[in-house]
């Protein structure tokens, strides 16, 4: 047999395959009917002549309060399918219940389990349709998302539940407080944020984003939580005596303003004057290490200057005992002879006759 002669099955057989396979059938089918249908459902023309715009606008009303019926019952698939048709409908963008279809198909996604893609429709009413009704209710939305991702629930990728959403969930409340400044949904949002990160040990972050909710809500009823955790979220995040004890100072600071505002709260919490002394206790400590280091390696004019420094900073401290025990072994003279009560009086008694 000739290679010609079976070129002619092999092409009819492919070609029968090609129209008689099911997914090609579909989207086959699927783009003849929306070529077909896109003229009979459009609503341009409707809504342009003022003669039938009122039962446009009334068949507008009907496929809404179908899709709320619909999610009342359970039933977030249908009412996705209604919405989406609606929605995609050449001239409805015109209508008065455009933002609310939009709010309406993206609580049928939410309630599908497609978080993400709800977000879409929650952002077009948040961005074009600020006016509506809806929008404080689209942005309440896109925070109960931003929870969802905050409490650990994992996006979509590739069909499985494995990229964070914490990038996402930052963006909306970032954006919740721009849309709805010193409202109690931002006020929600914003302490959500630092709460999150304080339970996850991200304490700078803590530290920095309840530092700007004080700064946003000054008259918030979570104001002595957010002073409370700044503070414990600045102390931890000092790493001992070898590092920078910079922090220690600004926590002292911060527990000194929740006792002006709050002192009993501060003597229930435990942010008293015993935390200060440790938060003493541990800067003189950073001193008397840094000292050390300077004298191990012959610089004596830098450990006897940190020395003195921790004996006026830190005089009625451990490690301020440990440095007047240096001063003597080395031989040096104890600094001052001013203040009372401080290390320098010792010296003054000694040296007077």
């Given at each position: 047999?000739?290679?010609?002669?079976?070129?002619?099955?092999?092409?009819?057989?492919?070609?029968?395959?090609?129209?008689?396979?099911?997914?090609?059938?579909?989207?086959?089918?699927?783009?003849?009917?929306?070529?077909?249908?896109?003229?009979?459902?459009?609503?341009?023309?409707?809504?342009?002549?003022?003669?039938?715009?009122?039962?446009?606008?009334e068949a507008d009303r009907g496929v809404v309060?179908?899709?709320?019926?619909?999610?009342?019952?359970?039933?977030?698939?249908?009412?996705?399918?209604?919405?989406?048709?609606?929605?995609?409908?050449?001239?409805?963008?015109?209508?008065?219940?455009?933002?609310?279809?939009?709010?309406?198909?993206?609580?049928?996604?939410?309630?599908?389990?497609?978080?993400?893609?709800?977000?879409?429709?929650?952002?077009?009413?948040?961005?074009?349709?600020?006016?509506?009704?809806?929008?404080?209710?689209?942005?309440?939305?896109?925070?109960?998302?931003?929870?969802?991702?905050?409490?650990?629930?994992?996006?979509?990728?590739?069909?499985?539940?494995?990229?964070?959403?914490?990038?996402?969930?930052?963006?909306?409340?970032?954006?919740?407080?721009?849309?709805?400044?010193?409202?109690?949904?931002?006020?929600?949002?914003?302490?959500?944020?630092?709460?999150?990160?304080?339970?996850?040990?991200?304490?700078?972050?803590?530290?920095?984003?309840?530092?700007?909710?004080?700064?946003?809500?000054?008259?918030?009823?979570?104001?002595?939580?957010?002073?409370?955790?700044?503070?414990?979220?600045?102390?931890?995040?000092?790493?001992?005596?070898?590092?920078?004890?910079?922090?220690?100072?600004?926590?002292?600071?911060?527990?000194?303003?929740?006792?002006?505002?709050?002192?009993?709260?501060?003597?229930?919490?435990?942010?008293?004057?015993?935390?200060?002394?440790?938060?003493?206790?541990?800067?003189?400590?950073?001193?008397?290490?840094?000292?050390?280091?300077?004298?191990?390696?012959?610089?004596?004019?830098?450990?006897?200057?940190?020395?003195?420094?921790?004996?006026?900073?830190?005089?009625?401290?451990?490690?301020?005992?440990?440095?007047?025990?240096?001063?003597?072994?080395?031989?040096?003279?104890?600094?001052?002879?001013?203040?009372?009560?401080?290390?320098?009086?010792?010296?003054?008694?000694?040296?007077?006759?």
């Amino acid at each position: 047999m000739l290679v010609s002669d079976m070129q002619p099955p092999t092409q009819t057989f492919r070609g029968r395959c090609l129209f008689t396979c099911p997914v090609f059938a579909g989207v086959l089918l699927g783009m003849l009917g929306a070529c077909g249908s896109s003229s009979k459902v459009s609503t341009v023309d409707a809504r342009a002549d003022t003669t039938r715009r009122e039962a446009v606008i009334e068949a507008d009303r009907g496929v809404v309060a179908d899709a709320r019926r619909l999610l009342a019952q359970d039933r977030p698939g249908e009412a996705k399918s209604l919405l989406s048709a609606w929605i995609e409908t050449e001239g409805n963008r015109r209508s008065p219940y455009y933002p609310e279809a939009l709010y309406l198909r993206g609580n049928a996604k939410l309630a599908l389990g497609d978080e993400f893609d709800s977000l879409y429709d929650y952002e077009r009413v948040a961005r074009d349709h600020a006016g509506s009704e809806v929008f404080a209710a689209a942005l309440e939305r896109e925070f109960d998302v931003a929870k969802m991702y905050l409490d650990g629930l994992r996006r979509r990728a590739f069909g499985l539940r494995i990229d964070t959403g914490v990038n996402v969930a930052e963006e909306i409340i970032l954006r919740i407080n721009e849309r709805l400044p010193g409202s109690v949904l931002a006020e929600r949002a914003l302490l959500e944020l630092a709460d999150y990160y304080y339970r996850t040990r991200d304490l700078p972050m803590a530290a920095e984003t309840y530092d700007v909710f004080l700064d946003a809500f000054p008259r918030s009823t979570k104001r002595p939580l957010a002073l409370q955790r700044r503070a414990f979220a600045t102390i931890a995040q000092y790493k001992g005596p070898r590092h920078d004890a910079g922090g220690l100072i600004e926590a002292k600071l911060q527990i000194e303003q929740f006792q002006r505002e709050f002192p009993v709260d501060a003597e229930r919490l435990g942010m008293s004057d015993a935390l200060q002394a440790r938060l003493d206790e541990s800067a003189a400590e950073q001193y008397l290490v840094t000292a050390r280091w300077y004298l191990d390696r012959g610089d004596e004019p830098a450990g006897r200057l940190v020395l003195t420094r921790l004996l006026y900073t830190h005089p009625t401290s451990g490690p301020a005992r440990d440095a007047l025990t240096l001063f003597e072994q080395h031989g040096w003279p104890l600094p001052g002879a001013s203040a009372s009560g401080s290390p320098g009086r010792q010296d003054t008694s000694r040296a007077t006759p």
